[in-house]
């Protein structure tokens, strides 16, 4: 009983903070499930995030379901889901109405630029702080070729290309296949 309390607390608190959505939120989710309760290793996290990029909803609900269903199976998976979404909910609805009403202050404006910038830099954090992870393992002793290869690869198809997220997934998962027989 006490780790659903756990569950709903931790998802509670990183639904407050993720506002910006899911992936400025990473370092957060990331330090509090691996680092802080140990529910899942850094391996583990960057596979559910990978994951989550191929199924609809957003990535903590995904984080908060699959970490849930982990700790303590389906009610964990419940609530773990509810205590992600909870302070979302209400505070998108409570911030939506007053939008509405004060959008045209000038503060308001100003917020509204500030949180986008905030956003950038967060979410720039976060695919620093997956990047290393996937370069440099759990330990930044090893440094991994391929998935740098990989990346780079990625990079340039999407940028010559302009492929579809859904194509370069399916390639860089061919290619992590094929180069993990090398």
């Given at each position: 009983?006490?780790?659903?309390?756990?569950?709903?607390?931790?998802?509670?608190?990183?639904?407050?903070?993720?506002?910006?959505?899911?992936?400025?939120?990473?370092?957060?989710?990331?330090?509090?499930?691996?680092?802080?309760?140990?529910?899942?290793?850094?391996?583990?996290f960057?596979?559910?995030?990978?994951?989550?990029?191929?199924?609809?909803?957003?990535?903590?609900?995904?984080?908060?379901?699959?970490?849930?269903?982990?700790?303590?199976?389906?009610?964990?998976?419940?609530?773990a889901?509810?205590?992600?979404?909870?302070?979302?909910v209400?505070?998108?609805?409570?911030?939506?109405?007053?939008?509405?009403?004060?959008k045209?202050?000038?503060?308001?404006?100003?917020?509204?630029?500030?949180?986008?910038?905030?956003?950038?830099?967060?979410?720039?954090?976060?695919a620093?702080?997956?990047?290393?992870?996937?370069?440099?393992?759990?330990?930044?002793?090893?440094?991994?070729?391929?998935?740098?290869?990989?990346?780079?690869?990625?990079?340039?198809?999407?940028?010559?290309?302009?492929?579809?997220?859904?194509t370069?997934?399916?390639?860089?998962?061919?290619?992590?296949?094929?180069?993990?027989?090398?």
């Amino acid at each position: 009983m006490m780790e659903l309390w756990n569950l709903f607390i931790e998802f509670l608190k990183i639904g407050f903070v993720s506002i910006g959505g899911g992936y400025a939120s990473i370092p957060l989710i990331q330090d509090n499930i691996v680092n802080i309760h140990g529910w899942i290793d850094s391996r583990t996290f960057i596979d559910v995030i990978t994951i989550s990029q191929m199924t609809p909803g957003p990535l903590s609900v995904n984080l908060s379901t699959f970490v849930g269903m982990k700790v303590a199976g389906i009610p964990g998976a419940i609530i773990a889901t509810v205590g992600g979404i909870s302070t979302g909910v209400l505070l998108a609805n409570s911030l939506y109405h007053l939008y509405l009403k004060y959008k045209e202050k000038e503060v308001v404006k100003t917020i509204m630029q500030s949180l986008r910038v905030s956003s950038v830099a967060l979410i720039s954090n976060a695919a620093l702080v997956v990047m290393s992870l996937l370069l440099l393992g759990e330990s930044g002793e090893s440094f991994d070729f391929k998935a740098l290869g990989i990346f780079l690869v990625c990079l340039v198809l999407i940028k010559k290309y302009r492929l579809k997220m859904a194509t370069i997934l399916g390639i860089s998962a061919f290619l992590g296949f094929v180069l993990s027989f090398i």
